[in-house]
């Protein structure tokens, strides 16, 4: 299924859209397809797979330190597409890589796309790519992947149309300036900015991240949007909550859906 159709699908039944953000072979390399499999059971509706880089410009330290740990557990390009092979066993939920420009340029635009396709992702996004150099990377209109866009607060009504245009699966609206983590303040004009955004994204759904870590945020969220985005508050519980099953993060997660009801 399209992630257009998919968010629809949610959207129909009465919620918001939950995505879950994991970073591919954290906290260990084993054993990544059955955490993920345990976030999608716990109430998860996407799941967005970080390939691991060393300089992850818009992740903030907890996203970046468990880069960092999986690439010293060694994995690359290829382990992620590994990954997606053996989720999507178990479930027909998008999953969505969320990678920098310069691995998929060196593993080759091209094979990154195709090869991320057959292995069962529905779309890709790349936080480095300004809307400008788009078609510089994907010349071809006839892509096998959703290429999902950014958009800030600081985005202008001309150039949310523009993402608007070039985005497919859903924009992506980051909430705040500045790099993901949790413990953002969502003040009144963090709330409009995102009001804003959501009244000239109009082709596209719109999903909402970078700071939403609580059932409250979800909340505060829900009615500009079409789903969040969580991945911080996520990730920060990895290290320690692998000693328990993953208890904390199935907690976090099901607490998070149930206030996506709209």
Do not use: W
């Not at 060393?54 to 690359?76: E, K, M, R, Y």
């Not at 991320?116 to 006839?142: H, T, W």
């Not at 959501?198 to 979800?218: A, C, Q, W, Y």
């Amino acid at each position: 299924m399209k992630i257009r159709e998919y968010i629809d699908s949610v959207n129909n039944s009465g919620t918001k859209v939950l995505t879950a953000f994991l970073t591919a072979g954290y906290p260990e390399k084993n054993g990544f397809v059955e955490l993920a499999q345990e976030v999608f059971e716990a109430g998860a509706d996407m799941l967005e797979i970080g390939i691991p880089f060393s300089d992850p410009l818009a992740d903030g330290p907890i996203i970046q330190h468990s880069s960092q740990v999986a690439l010293a557990n060694g994995i690359t390009i290829r382990n992620c597409l590994q990954y997606a092979e053996e989720i999507r066993k178990l479930t027909d939920k998008p999953l969505i890589a969320m990678g920098y420009a310069n691995p998929i340029l060196r593993y080759g635009v091209k094979n990154f796309i195709n090869d991320a396709a057959s292995a069962g992702y529905s779309g890709v996004i790349i936080p480095d790519l300004v809307v400008e150099e788009y078609n510089e990377l994907f010349p071809d209109e006839r892509i096998p992947l959703d290429v999902i866009l950014l958009c800030t607060p600081t985005s202008s009504a001309e150039r949310l149309q523009q993402i608007d245009n070039k985005s497919t699966g859903f924009v992506y609206c980051v909430s705040v300036a500045g790099t993901t983590g949790i413990g953002k303040t969502h003040d009144e004009g963090v709330l409009e900015s995102v009001g804003f955004c959501r009244e000239h994204v109009k082709k596209n759904k719109m999903l909402v991240g970078f700071g939403i870590s609580t059932p409250e945020d979800v909340l505060r969220f829900a009615p500009f949007c079409d789903g969040v985005i969580v991945g911080s508050a996520i990730v920060r519980l990895l290290e320690e909550d692998k000693k328990s099953n993953y208890r904390s993060i199935k907690n976090l997660i099901s607490g998070l859906k149930k206030s996506c009801i709209s």
